[in-house]
């Protein structure tokens, strides 16, 4: 199997708490990007001190109470699916702090992490502060769910972004790419990918690539799989019947997103 294609591994952390996910530790290619996702059943707590790391605490399903000991958001997160395709509640805390979540309802939180050492405001992002985009055209098209965009300040290094792709379409299409750190044409972002499909039984493909196929791979990826990308383009296909969803998270060393078409492909957003 692919390193950047990681299953779903369901390790029962303490009561009530499973790790679906977790990409925090040196197995993983990626410097910059870690990211976990729990299953928390009512009443099941999960807690961390965050050390020199930020983190976005996203609400994927179900709801949940978030605090980092001074501020406590009761009763977060808006849908049961993530297929009812609106956008959820999420909290920042910033490193050096700690926070703790503890399940209102049954609930899957995906925990999105990036090195940082300047302390800024816990923040509930309110699935109304979402800003909503409709993407591309042609079989290209995606809704884009912006949770923490490089526009908005309220983060050091972490960029969070929920993208849905229809049945027969494309998306991170035509291919890009964001692995060099080099404003105002490029930047350098790692990236994480958390997937899921509609019905679940569906799969997606997706290709991540470089310019000199030094890195070449194409991975079926299956509901609630992981594919992580440390640097290339990184499409992905959608068989008719299904609707993908993924969850985003990029970080690096400078928090703008800045990416850079695969020329041999340029001509598709280019069309009329
Ligand atoms: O298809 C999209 O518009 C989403 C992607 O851009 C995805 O968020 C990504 O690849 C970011 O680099």
Redesign the pocket.
């Known amino acids: 199997m692919s390193r950047l294609l990681r299953k779903p591994e369901h390790e029962q952390l303490s009561n009530g708490v499973v790790v679906v996910h977790d990409h925090t530790k040196e197995a993983t290619p990626l410097e910059y990007v870690g990211f976990k996702v729990i299953d928390l059943s009512p009443g099941g707590t999960h807690e961390e001190e965050l050390g020199k790391v930020e983190c976005c605490i996203v609400a994927l399903t179900g709801r949940i109470d978030v605090t980092d000991g001074t501020e406590t958001f009761e009763n977060i997160g808006a849908r049961d699916s993530v297929f009812e395709q609106r956008p959820t509640d999420s909290v920042y805390v910033s490193n050096d702090r700690s926070f703790k979540v503890e399940a209102v309802t049954k609930a899957r939180v995906a925990l999105c992490y990036s090195p940082s050492d300047n302390q800024l405001p816990t923040k509930l992002i309110k699935a109304a502060d979402n800003d909503v985009e409709h993407?591309?055209k042609d079989n290209?098209k995606?809704r884009?769910h912006n949770i923490l965009p490089d526009y908005d300040d309220s983060a050091n290094s972490l960029l969070v972004?929920e993208?849905f792709?229809e049945s027969g379409n494309w998306?991170?299409?035509p291919p890009?790419k964001?692995d060099e750190d080099n404003l105002p044409e490029e930047s350098f972002?790692e990236?994480s990918y958390y997937h899921e499909m509609n019905p679940p039984q569906g799969f997606v493909f997706q290709r991540v690539y470089t310019d000199d196929r030094s890195l070449d791979e194409t991975m079926t990826v299956e509901n609630g799989h992981v594919v992580l990308?440390p640097k290339g383009y990184?499409p992905?296909g959608v068989p008719d019947g299904y609707t993908s969803y993924?969850l985003?998270v990029?970080a690096g060393p400078k928090r703008k997103?800045k990416?850079h078409n695969d020329p041999d492909h340029e001509w598709i957003v280019e069309r009329d």
Do not use: P
């Open positions: 993407r591309g290209n995606r884009v972004v993208v792709t998306s991170s299409y890009h964001h972002l990236e990308v990184h992905v993924y985003n990029m997103w990416f």
